[in-house]
């Protein structure tokens, strides 16, 4: 059985080889022990705060196989972006200019540094093991963070964004990168993408250029870019396009990859799951298959599972899936259809 369960300390090594299987352009995943130490220690604080607002807590969690104790993936909850140093997007927004003696009126795209997406809770660092893609486990990994958002509501904002990694070819090469950033920072894009996670992102205000830039003067394959997912990347952004979330203005700087927005009110799976008191039978006759977890904080714990649920009924779970979740009878059990 598979469970998605906060970060311990103990996972360090583990989480270590996972950062190093991610996709480039999951910058919240360094491959470095002390960053991803510091990372860890951030998120058991947050898990044990006694937050009643949103603030700086990030929230990380890891999908474990209970039976080989291996970690097969992990995500994140950054409650507020932009909450210890500014949250920096593209804002790709259309300027018009016109003559009257000319009759001519014409609209020209231009990218634009900005901190907008400040204060929204950014869901990120989504990484699953190649063999789960795909499977409902990527849905697990992904949509549980909803169903942790709606237990514990008051610590997180109204809007939720986040980045879905831009293309990149085999060898790691980003054309937006190579035709706009490159130029200001004279990195290669996977030293910058690196060089991101590993420390603050002030760097990007201090060299990247204040005035709008126009589209239509990048080369071809830098606009082909602009709003275009990674392979890799697709399922990502599938899981969180059919929760309600939407494509919009801003695009992440480095590979020009889509920022994705939702407001909570909106979520699929926020708005939808139903909350079931706990009824531990030997056997359950299942109908249908379910994303469910308990409305812990530190003790929060998810999966997937085969159930029998009838409204306004006791929700069925084998002994199994009670250890799995750390509930008894009669704890609540949030779920939602998968």
Not at 182 to 202: I, N, T, W
Not at 269 to 285: G, N
């Amino acid at each position: 059985m598979l469970v998605l369960r906060p970060v311990e300390q103990t996972d360090l090594t583990q989480l270590q080889q996972l950062a190093r299987d991610s996709l480039v352009g999951v910058t919240s995943l360094p491959d470095d022990s002390e960053r991803l130490r510091e990372k860890i220690a951030g998120s058991c604080a947050s898990f044990a705060s006694d937050a009643t607002a949103q603030g700086p807590e990030n929230y990380f969690f890891v999908l474990e196989d209970l039976d080989s104790q291996r970690l097969v993936g992990c995500s994140e909850i950054l409650a507020t972006a932009g909450f210890d140093e500014p949250f920096y997007s593209l804002r790709n927004r259309h300027f018009t200019s016109a003559s009257r003696e000319l009759n001519i009126e014409h609209g020209v795209p231009a990218l634009s540094l900005c901190h907008d997406l400040n204060d929204h809770t950014l869901l990120r660092g989504f990484h699953i093991d190649a063999a789960l893609v795909r499977t409902p486990f990527s849905e697990l990994l992904s949509r549980a963070r909803l169903l942790f958002i709606a237990a514990h509501a008051q610590r997180f904002a109204e809007a939720v964004i986040t980045e879905i990694v831009g293309y990149s070819d085999e060898n790691g090469h980003s054309p937006f990168w190579d035709a706009l950033g490159k130029h200001f920072f004279d990195l290669p894009y996977v030293e910058a993408e690196r060089l991101c996670g590993m420390q603050s992102r002030a760097f990007l205000a201090e060299l990247f250029p204040q005035y709008p830039i126009y589209v239509p003067m990048l080369p071809q394959a830098a606009q082909d870019c602009i709003g275009r997912v990674h392979p890799d990347g697709q399922e990502a952004f599938d899981i969180l396009e059919r929760e309600g979330f939407e494509t919009n203005s801003y695009i992440d700087l480095f590979d020009a990859g889509p920022t994705l927005y939702a407001r909570t009110t909106n979520i699929h799976t926020i708005v939808r799951s139903q909350i079931a008191p706990v009824q531990q039978q030997p056997r359950i006759d299942a109908r249908g298959r379910y994303l469910l977890s308990n409305d812990a904080l530190h003790g929060f714990r998810a999966i997937v599972a085969e159930l029998d649920y009838q409204p306004d009924h006791p929700l069925s779970l084998t002994p199994a899936m009670c250890a799995a979740l750390n509930v008894t009878n009669g704890s609540p059990i949030r779920l939602i259809a998968l």
